[in-house]
C-alpha cells in the first residue's frame, strides 16, 4: 500500500444552475408526467408541482416522495441546483397506496 498524498488540494466552487436551466428541467419532468396521465389537479401531483415552482423561482433543493391516492403509485422526486447533477423523477409502485 502507498503512502497518502500530503499535498494541498485546491477545491473547485460549485457551480449552480441557472432560473432558465431550472425551468427546462422541470418542463421536461411536468411533460413526462402528463404523458402518464398525471394532471395537476389531482391530489399529490400539485404538491409537487408547488415544489417545482419553489425549485425554478428560489433554487430550493428537495429531495422525497409524494403518494398519489388512487393510481397505487408514489412520485420519487430529486431536485438539485447542483450543475453536474440531472434533476429526477420516478414512478415507484405500491400496493397499498
Known sequence: MGKK???????????????????????K???????????????????????????????ECWTGKIKIPGSKRILSVILTADKKKECISALLYDKNI
Open 29 to 59: 419532468i411536468k411533460e413526462q408526467l402528463t404523458s402518464l396521465g398525471l394532471v395537476e389537479s389531482m391530489e399529490g401531483v400539485d404538491e409537487f408541482y408547488r415544489k417545482a415552482e419553489g425549485f425554478v423561482e428560489r433554487s
Open 5 to 27: 498524498s500530503r499535498r494541498i488540494r485546491e477545491k473547485k466552487a460549485k457551480e449552480y444552475k441557472t432560473r432558465e436551466e431550472r425551468k427546462r428541467e422541470m418542463e
